[in-house]
């Protein structure tokens, strides 16, 4: 019996039952994920809406209208990059498992990670695990320690960031290490085996424990090429500058509005602060937490305008979220040719097996 079977192509089904998926229960699957990016949408537009009506909206939009198109390109050109450096991270973990993939198809899968950003804890993530089991035939569990460990190399990236802004402003160091506690710890979980065990006694009739550990010992064996201090110092060679890509953003958006008194670290400072606020919160996207914090700090410790805080807000977040969202969606589509492909090779190969 197939996970389709099993799980009727739902998110949590296909992470408490990891097994192989044809393409239209894996089309199911997608669909199902779609309504966390519709409802994301909806409440993000919402939260911009709300920000720019209590920042005075006819101002918010003048700031927004009056923008250099110039430099607020350079917002986009800056979340681009992160993702770049971020495919050499996923590059390295491929290569530690050995898993062989074309450059082109291991790109388009890396960058179809994008579209799930607005799932919870970016969970929706491996979902890609089955894109790759399709192309490289490798059982999904083997696969999963990328996902998780990618996740978690992007998260730590941003954490470390917005901990050395806050030492470097002497500004809420402590709050930002408690959160980066509270962000990172529940990663332990998925990194480490001692403690899924240590957890699985005390948990010992959880139903997603009771699943999961059916395939812990294959996960593990792979996770455990991955957790080791060269492969997280590797990482974050490359997460680091990512995440200081994505803050760069806000600088650029900053510029744009034709604010010059603030500088790149104080931008990054502000960014990676209220992202990190956000994660904390789970919120798929950090929508609303982030948006909130943002302002905040843009017009407390920058010491800019509220309208011009909010103007900044809402474009910043849309280079940096939506607009990855939508580049990672338009890859997800793309990467649907891989399920067509075996399709169509297990129809050819049908009738030969009945000659035969």
Known sequence: MTLATKSNGSLWGSIRKPGELDRESYLRLIRRIRVFVIVGFIASLIAFIVIAYLSGFGRVLHDIESSNLALYAMAFVSAIISLLLGFGKWTYYMKKLKLSVPLRKNFAVYMSLYSMELTPGRIGRLVVAYTLNRITKIRFVKIMPIITVDIFTDFLGMAI????????FHMDTLLIAALDIVILLPFLFLLNDWLFNLFKKILSKS?????????????????????????????????????????????????????????????????????????????????????????????????????????????????????????????????????DHGEKSKSRKRPRDRSA
């Open 207 to 339: 139903k997603f424990l009771e699943k999961f550990s059916l395939y812990g010992e294959e996960y593990f064996m792979s996770q455990h090429k991955l957790n080791t201090i060269k492969v997280y110092t590797i990482s974050l060679v490359f997460a680091l500058p990512s995440a200081l890509f994505m803050s760069l953003a806000l600088y650029f958006t900053l510029l744009s509005l034709g604010v010059v008194n603030v500088g790149p670290v104080a931008s990054t400072f502000v960014f990676s602060s209220s992202t990190v606020i956000g994660m904390v919160t789970g919120i798929p996207g950090n929508i609303g937490i982030t948006d909130g914090a943002m302002v905040t700090f843009i017009s407390t410790v920058l010491g800019q305008s509220v309208p011009i805080a909010a103007a900044a807000t809402v474009m910043s977040r849309v280079a940096t979220l939506w607009f990855i969202i939508i580049i990672g969606t338009g890859f997800l589509f793309y990467t649907l040719s891989y399920w």
């Open 161 to 168: 960031l917005a901990l050395l802004a806050a030492i470097y």
